[in-house]
Nanobody
Framework: QVQLVESGGGLVQAGGSLRLSCAASGRIFGSYGMGWFRQAPGKEREFVATISWSGGHTRYGDSVEGRFTISRDNAKNAIYLQLNTLRPDDTAVYYC?????????????????WGQGTQVTVSS
């Protein structure tokens, strides 16, 4: 069992930055691929980024490539999402998720565990 708790969301102006954190519990964290997804009101859940169990492989959604960076610290059982050059259309609830696929995944149904989410609001 893996439990995930996100933090770091908030209100920021366009062009600003935020850093999201996801704290994980469970001994198997280090063997799991991890990911971030987001969902805006009235829209479908969107893939943001994923990272392999070791942190050596990452992938990003097209809309965030070059602006967001995913990382992990297995010693701290945590993953992070650095959000730079934020835009109003980045406004959403951001979710952390864990998958038994060691190299991560871009499809939500491939994930086994989800956090409760943290709100990010970007004002224009």
């Amino acid at each position: 069992q893996v439990q995930l708790v996100e933090s770091g969301g908030g209100l920021v102006q366009a062009g600003g930055s935020l850093r999201l954190s996801c704290a994980a519990s469970g001994r198997i964290f280090g063997s799991y691929g991890m990911g971030w997804f987001r969902q805006a009101p009235g829209k479908e859940r969107e893939f943001v980024a994923t990272i392999s169990w070791s942190g050596g492989h990452t992938r990003y959604g097209d809309s965030v490539e070059g602006r967001f960076t995913i990382s992990r610290d297995n010693a701290k059982n945590a993953i992070y999402l650095q959000l730079n050059t934020l835009r109003p259309d980045d406004t959403a609830v951001y979710y952390c998720a864990a998958t038994s696929r060691p190299y991560g995944a871009s499809i939500g149904s491939d994930y086994d565990y989800w956090g409760q989410g943290t709100q990010v609001t970007v004002s224009s």
